[in-house]
């Protein structure tokens, strides 16, 4: 999956992912991480997904990373929020648009996950993936999980074995890939275990019927996730 093939995407507006309502598994299990208000919250892959913007109303603040500034833009747009835009100094491949809602800060970067450093970003209290890690193909997740695991990790926090963790709420389908070709890409627990049990503890939290729009006639099941510190 190459960055053409997501640019392609959102200029024909193939982005049946980005659904008009809040994900109710979000509202349903965000209280699982745990957070204290004003806790910062990393949204890999965003996309302009109203995910977001039901984080800020809940008093969060938002950082997101997205490889197409289109979609970025159009968040603001949709949103009302007129954004700074903020160049990268030393990467002019890179920038941020950052706005406020409910009296919350959303950042968005335009860039490449891979290319991000956990300075760009600066430090984030946990993790919402939904429709990232399964965005992408086998080959590079397991790249994916380690970058997500980076990305969130302050290391200046250590004080023990694994007390930099960042917990992640996560959101997986799982149906019969001979089906369908992904995305959505199928993941299993296996597989899972195999992005991150290194480093988290992965708890279940939900198993619920769902279903892929461009494949209406698979069975498909959606499972929520909590990573978190072993
Ligand atoms: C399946 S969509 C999900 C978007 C959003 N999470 C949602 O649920 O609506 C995956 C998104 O990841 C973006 N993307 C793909 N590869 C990326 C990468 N390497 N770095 C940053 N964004 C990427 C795509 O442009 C696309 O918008």
Redesign the pocket.
């Known amino acids: ?1 190459n ?1 053409e093939f ?1 640019q392609k ?2 200029q024909e507006g193939r ?1 049946g ?3 008009s309502m809040v994900n109710p598994l979000l509202i349903k299990y965000f209280n699982r991480l745990n957070l204290t208000a004003g806790s910062r919250i990393f ?7 109203i ?1 977001m913007v039901w984080l800020a109303t809940q008093g969060y603040d938002v950082v997101g ?4 500034e289109t ?1 970025v833009q159009a968040f603001f747009t949709e949103q009302n929020i007129e954004p700074t835009v903020h160049q990268q100094a030393d990467n002019p491949m890179m920038k941020y648009y950052q706005g406020q809602l409910s009296g919350q800060t959303i950042t968005l970067w335009v ?4 290319a991000l450093t956990f300075e760009d970003i600066g430090s984030i209290d946990a993790v919402y993936d ?3 890690l399964i ?2 193909p086998d080959d590079m997740r397991v790249r994916y999980s380690e970058q997500v695991r980076k990305l969130s990790s302050d290391t200046s926090k250590v004080n023990g074995a694994n007390n930099e963790i960042t917990p992640q709420l996560l959101l997986t389908l799982n149906y019969d890939q001979r089906k369908k070709n992904g ?2 890409f199928s993941i299993n627990g296996e597989q899972l275990e195999q992005y991150y049990s290194a480093h988290y503890q992965i708890s279940e939290l939900a198993s619920v019927p769902s279903s892929i729009g461009s494949a209406p006639d698979i069975t498909v099941t959606e499972q929520v996730w909590l990573l978190s510190n072993k």
């Open positions: 999956m960055p997501w995407r959102w982005i992912f980005n659904q949204v890999p892959l965003c996309g302009k997904s995910d990373v997205e490889l197409v979609a860039a490449d996950i891979f939904k429709a990232a965005a992408l995305p959505p």
